[in-house]
């Protein structure tokens, strides 16, 4: 993950209301929710392969997506050793962000990897 590291970036200003604002960098922010949002796309596809060949079906597959979903949240605090607003302006951008895309790709190669193994 991108951090901006000079003084502009580390340092706080004040608003009107006198509550401190961290300054973000734009580019390195943006390049930090690209990342989360092409992993959450990868392990979705892949999720979505391995329910479909282990042959998951119903209820349980969705489970197994949340659980990916959940574990890859976990591993993106982790990456930023748990200082999200370093990197990220909340916690919702680790955990919601690309959530229901993902969950489409998954779908997707769910049913075709289900099909493929146990149906041809």
């Known amino acids: 993950m991108v951090v901006h590291e000079d003084e502009r970036a580390s340092s706080r ?47 349980m597959g969705f489970i197994f997506y949340f659980l990916i979903m959940a574990t890859a949240s976990l591993e993106f605090a982790a990456k930023a050793k748990f200082s999200i607003h370093k990197y990220f302006d909340s916690w919702n951008r680790i955990v919601l962000d690309g959530f229901l895309g993902g969950l489409m790709a998954f779908v997707l190669f769910w049913t075709f990897a289900y099909d493929i193994v146990h149906i041809f």
């Open 13 to 59: 200003r004040l608003d009107e209301d006198g509550d401190d604002m961290p300054i973000f960098n734009s580019e390195n922010f943006q390049i930090n929710m690209k990342s989360i949002y092409y992993s959450r796309t990868f392990l979705s596809i892949i999720g979505g392969v391995v329910a479909g060949i282990w042959g998951f079906t119903g209820l």
